[in-house]
């Protein structure tokens, strides 16, 4: 088998030989043929050793069951013969940067046990993060392994100024592990990201705000902040703000706000309409949460338990009717995730243990989508859920102070809105006067 290897390996060399010594390219383009040969030599590698090894490997890691057999022989008498049954490797895929392995379980093996082989098949391969997911066909008994052979999203990316585009079912976010786009839903979704001091909950926080700001400047999109650790976070940023919340008090005040706008949608799409359909003058309304264990777990008791409860209940009945929240928090302890359920979709970034990745993405899920085993230098960097439950790695794009203050001066949210306090009872649907203006402007 190894002959194999060596042949194929030496077949590119000479033909990368070839190419130069009878095209004499130029330097750039020899560089690039040179690219292109190395690229298809690591792919053809890949291919060779997961298909040459896939055997030893399951069975060393215990996947593959062997059987004895006896068989007269004649003249020899009886035989013990060895036979092993090994999950079926139906199909290697190789792109430049991964490995795509399509698995079926073996007769009597559960697809559970597939899946929790992951972990050691990355490990034997040496990948940078593996992903699970289910495969298209004979999902019952068939599974995708995706191993991550070069990690493309090692290096961090700044974010653009956002498309100017009015734009509020999604927003782009940064890059998923295979270099696709990561995009994240913001229409009928409530959103929660968990991740430890430093771990780049910013980026994902301003790349939601930043990129929904030219529909928040056509007021597509009212984006409402609170932000008890001072207003720190949010200001950089406070013109896309129709209000930001600083204190305990304010807080509640807008959740209550909150609720009630829900509840008032609720009552004027009842048999028109299941989903409310954002547009100009007709808004999304958007509450960013920058820490909510400062509501939920630390503020005074009365704050704390009203801001439950209302959050609660907006959590409830605001996503369909377009009044949805996206909240940060460090601390997945008990208190914040209790409302975790509540909470549509779920961002892993860097968390301290297996334990917190457990509560933050559901029990079990440690081993396939390790949100604890992020570096501390690759903030940004998160696993999520997708919408068919597989899971995937993502990194968020840098969003540096001057792009969130030359996107908030570029599509400010329209000011008459921002100065609501002094607006006539009534004036907006389900509004309330009580709204603080916290400094947002
Ligand atoms: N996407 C990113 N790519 C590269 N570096 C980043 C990224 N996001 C953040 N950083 C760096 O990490 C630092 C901390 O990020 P950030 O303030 O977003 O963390 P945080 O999770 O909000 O922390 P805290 O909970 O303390 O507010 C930033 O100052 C920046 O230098
Ligand atoms: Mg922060």
């Known amino acids: 088998m190894n002959e194999t290897i060596i042949y194929g390996l030496g077949g590119l060399v000479a033909l990368a030989i070839a190419v130069l010594v009878v095209i004499k390219p130029t330097r750039p383009a020899a560089l690039a043929a040179l690219g292109w040969l190395a690229s298809i030599g690591r792919r053809a590698w890949w ?46 895929k190789t792109s430049a940067h991964s490995v795509t392995l399509k698995v079926r379980t073996r007769r009597g ?57 009015m734009q509020t079912e999604t927003v782009r976010l940064g890059r998923r ?56 976070e949010l200001t950089m940023g406070a013109p896309l703000f129709t209000k930001i919340a600083v204190t305990g008090e304010q807080a509640v005040e807008m959740l209550r706000d909150f609720v009630a706008i829900a509840d008032q949608r609720t009552e004027e799409l009842r048999g028109h309409s299941r989903n409310h359909k954002p547009g100009p003058g007709d808004p999304l309304y958007l509450l960013v949460i920058d ?32 009044v949805v929240v996206v909240a940060f928090v460090q601390d997945p302890r008990k208190e914040v995730i209790d409302m975790r359920g509540l909470f549509t979709q779920t ?50 794009d840098y969003w540096s102070d001057d ?15 921002v100065t609501i306090s002094d607006a006539a009872p009534g004036d907006l649907p389900g509004m309330q006067l009580s709204l603080t203006d916290g400094g947002s402007r």
Not at 145 to 163: G, Y
């Open 47 to 92: 291919w060779l050793r997961f298909r040459l090894t896939w055997k030893s490997v399951a069975r060393e890691a215990g996947l593959s069951k062997r059987r004895t057999k006896r068989v007269k022989r004649m003249g020899v008498g009886e035989e013990s013969i060895e036979k092993w049954r090994d999950p079926r490797l139906k199909r290697v």
């Open 109 to 165: 093996q559960a697809l559970a046990d597939l899946e929790a082989f992951a972990p050691k098949l990355a490990a034997t391969y040496s990948a940078d993060a593996y992903r699970v997911f289910p495969a298209k066909r004979r999902a019952g008994s068939t599974v995708m392994f995706e191993l991550v052979m070069r990690d493309l999203i090692k290096t961090p990316a700044v974010a653009a100024k956002p498309d100017p585009r």
């Open 177 to 232: 592990q295979s270099g696709k786009p990561f995009d994240l839903q913001i229409e009928q979704r409530h959103t929660v990201a968990v991740g430890a001091s430093g771990s780049g909950k910013g980026s994902i926080l301003w790349g939601v705000v930043g990129s929904l700001a030219p529909s928040i400047a056509v007021d597509a999109v009212r984006a409402y902040g609170i932000d008890l650790k001072g207003g720190m």
């Open 291 to 322: 820490e909510l264990a400062s509501l939920t777990a630390y503020a005074d008791r009365e704050v704390k338990q009203e801001a439950e409860r209302l959050l609660k209940r907006l959590l409830s009945i605001g996503r369909a009717v377009g």
């Open 347 to 396: 961002i892993a970034l860097r968390l301290r243990s297996a334990m917190e990745t457990n509560m933050v993405l559901g029990d079990g899920m440690a081993p396939f989508a390790p949100a604890h085993r992020i570096l501390k230098g690759a903030q940004g960097t998160a696993w999520i859920i997708d919408e068919d439950g597989s899971t995937d790695r993502v990194r968020a």
């Open 403 to 417: 792009l969130i203050r030359r996107v908030a001066s570029l599509y400010p949210a329209e000011p008459e809105l």
